[in-house]
């Protein structure tokens, strides 16, 4: 009897082991996606080519860097600027966890390039201060400027004959 106590004794300690042994292993492999995870993005928000000049990033914009339909990004500094001198500007407002704009920028993009327009475009949700300032109610918005001012505006998720016809009815329009 002392035996059988004895190796039951032993068959508990073996589990709990076990169970210490895999929990650790748990606890390590999660600890290593972490730190890769984050070495990752600090490597991707640290070089040259993060448009944003900053290193703060919501991960949802450190997942679009590398996107070739996001590397018109312009800073709200350049933005002022842009339109204070009076030239042509039209500007994309989105929001990188915008799931409207996830739909909407892989179409827009290409369209804009195709014909022959460019598209500045501005990330709300890393520069907050854009939702006052240029009135912006939800995303995507996109507004065309001249002179100055803003001259017109589609908002939300469009189909591309849209955004086609606003290119043509605004910065294509004297072209």
């Known amino acids: ?20 042994i895999i929990g650790f ?43 070739k339909n996001y590397q018109n990004i312009i800073l ?3 933005l002022e600027k842009k339109i204070s001198s009076g030239d042509e500007e039209m500007v994309y ?6 799931p409207h704009c996830k739909r909407i920028t892989p179409i827009l993009m290409p369209l804009a390039k195709d014909m022959g327009v460019h598209i500045d475009q501005y990330n709300l949700l890393e520069f907050e201060q854009g939702w006052d300032q240029y009135n912006i ?4 918005t996109l507004v065309y400027y001249k002179d100055g001012k803003e001259q017109a505006r589609v908002v939300g998720e469009q189909k591309e004959d849209i955004f086609k ?11």
Do not use: H, W
């Open 1 to 20: 009897m002392a035996n059988s106590k004895k190796n039951n004794a032993q068959k508990n300690d073996n589990k709990l082991t076990v169970i210490l």
């Open 25 to 67: 292993i748990v606890i390590a492999a999660f600890a290593t996606l972490y730190f890769l995870n984050n070495s990752s993005n600090k490597e991707k928000t640290s070089g040259s080519s993060n448009l944003y000049g900053k290193t703060d990033l919501a991960q949802s914009t450190i997942d679009i860097l590398d996107d």
């Open 76 to 78: 709200p500094e350049d």
């Open 93 to 98: 407002f989105f929001k990188s966890d915008c």
């Open 137 to 140: 109610k939800g995303t995507p």
């Open 165 to 175: 016809q606003f290119f043509e009815a605004t910065i294509l329009k004297d072209r």
